[in-house]
């Protein structure tokens, strides 16, 4: 007979971050895996569970606290992360195109590449034109509808891909090494997994990430500084 020696669940906290009936199969397989722990081992991998999910995760594949690995080193020397303040959108598209700009022209290799993480396919759609009409970029915009976008980011012909989260975290390319958020994200969660897009590779050069987030009025700072609070963690 076969014999089973390794189970993987990835994207594990799925199974409480949309309730416990999003992957059921997951906790049924778990609830049954007892019966092999004598002949096999099994992983299960995020990058987005935080404490109370991670609880949840413990409790419900029953995992002890020693065997919890947090292999994620924010202090390794490599990452660069920056939060630029604007104070109107006109302002924010320009410290976009001075960013764009910057990259372009400070590239380490030609096929070093950027995203740009907008908050939905809309609002991405639009800041790609408006690229296009201040600056002539000819930058892609990830689009279901037209899959040669992303295939021309790919190709290396376009090096500035525009995209919202839903359709940029799939990207897994070892020449991505920079991230702009036009705009805070929404959750840690959503964060984690956008600039995740450009550190899963090469560890040893410096990956950029940078925040441009408006800032008109005192109300809008104090959301800010509970976005950035939850986002420190």
Same mark, same amino acid.
């Given at each position: ?12 906290? !799925? ?25 096999? @081992? ?19 594949? @029953?995992? !002890? ?16 992360? %920056?939060?630029i ?22 590239? %380490? ?8 993480? !907008? ?5 991405? @759609? ?12 000819? !930058? ?5 509808e ?41 959750? @840690? ?21 940078q925040?441009l ?15 950035l609070?939850?986002?420190g963690?």
């Open positions: 007979s076969l014999m089973i020696s390794n189970v993987v669940l990835d994207e594990v906290h !799925t199974i409480c971050n949309w309730s416990h009936d999003f992957r059921p199969d997951y906790l049924m397989l778990c609830n049954n895996l007892f019966a092999f722990l004598d002949h096999c @081992k099994f992983l299960g991998f995020t990058a987005t569970a935080n404490h109370k999910i991670l609880l949840d995760i413990v409790q419900q594949l @029953k995992i !002890t606290n020693s065997d919890v690995i947090q292999p994620i080193n924010f202090n390794a020397g490599n990452f660069s992360f %920056e939060y303040p604007c104070k109107t959108e006109e302002q924010r598209l320009v410290s976009l195109i001075e960013t764009i700009n910057r990259f372009i022209s400070h590239r %380490e290799n030609e096929d070093d590449k950027m995203i740009v993480f !907008t908050r939905n396919n809309r609002e991405a @759609k639009a800041l790609s034109s408006e690229l296009f009409k201040l600056e002539n970029y000819d !930058t892609s915009c990830f689009d279901a037209h899959t040669y976008s992303y295939q021309d980011f790919i190709a290396g012909r376009k090096h500035v891909l525009i995209a919202d989260g839903e359709m940029g975290i799939g990207i897994n390319l070892p020449s991505v090494v920079s991230v702009v958020h036009f705009g805070l994200p929404n959750s @840690k969660a959503q964060y984690v997994q956008e600039i995740g897009r450009a550190w899963r590779w090469s560890l040893r050069r410096i990956q950029r990430f925040v987030q408006v800032r008109p009025g005192s109300r809008s700072r104090r959301r800010e500084g509970r976005c609070a939850e986002l963690g």
